[in-house]
């Protein structure tokens, strides 16, 4: 059952990640704003940082890589958390993102809900492990 909830999970985080890959592509303005001034070649990070999420989003559809790209969608997530720590603390105006201070701040908590979410759903499953009583003794022993 856990498999099973785990892989939906899967294919919703590849979905979200592939939409707002694609996103990056389709409304490039908008997240140049979110870039701050001191980074370098807003195009590129942009687009490079689409790129990679689409990328991570398809890897994370195949069994044999899910675990790789769970990874390194988390890279990427913990990337983002500066860009959301800055919407959350300053009054920048950015065209398509509220002005309403607590919003900003529960998207920068869903950085980390989306964080363990990548962690969680592409964890490899291991055995489950048996455990007995031995009379006489104050601890369980572990069978795998």
Same mark, same amino acid.
């Given at each position: 059952? /856990?498999? @099973?909830?785990?892989?939906? *999970?899967?294919?919703?985080?590849?979905? =979200?990640? !592939?939409?707002?890959?694609?996103? #990056?592509?389709?409304?490039?303005?908008?997240?140049?704003?979110?870039?701050?001034?001191f980074?370098?070649?807003?195009?590129?990070?942009?687009?490079?940082?689409?790129?990679?999420?689409?990328?991570?989003?398809f890897?994370?559809? /195949?069994? @044999?890589?899910?675990?790789? *790209?769970?990874i390194?969608?988390v890279? =990427?997530? !913990?990337?983002?958390?500066?860009? #959301?720590?800055?919407?959350?603390?300053?009054?920048?105006?950015?065209?398509?993102?509220?002005?309403?201070?607590?919003?900003?701040?529960?998207?920068?908590?869903?950085?980390?809900?989306?964080?363990?979410?990548?962690?969680?759903?592409?964890? @490899?499953?291991?055995?489950?492990?048996?455990?007995?009583?031995?009379?006489?003794?104050?601890?369980?022993?572990?069978?795998?």
């Amino acid at each position: 059952m /856990i498999n @099973k909830r785990k892989n939906i *999970f899967r294919w919703a985080l590849a979905f =979200l990640m !592939i939409s707002a890959g694609i996103a #990056h592509f389709a409304n490039p303005k908008f997240f140049i704003q979110l870039i701050q001034d001191f980074l370098p070649y807003a195009n590129w990070l942009v687009y490079t940082t689409g790129f990679l999420e689409i990328l991570f989003g398809f890897g994370l559809l /195949i069994k @044999k890589y899910q675990r790789l *790209f769970g990874i390194l969608t988390v890279h =990427l997530l !913990i990337l983002y958390i500066p860009v #959301h720590y800055h919407l959350a603390t300053t009054t920048i105006k950015i065209e398509g993102i509220t002005e309403i201070t607590w919003i900003q701040w529960v998207r920068f908590g869903l950085q980390f809900v989306l964080i363990f979410w990548a962690l969680w759903c592409t964890k @490899k499953e291991t055995p489950k492990e048996t455990r007995t009583f031995k009379p006489g003794s104050s601890s369980i022993a572990s069978k795998q």
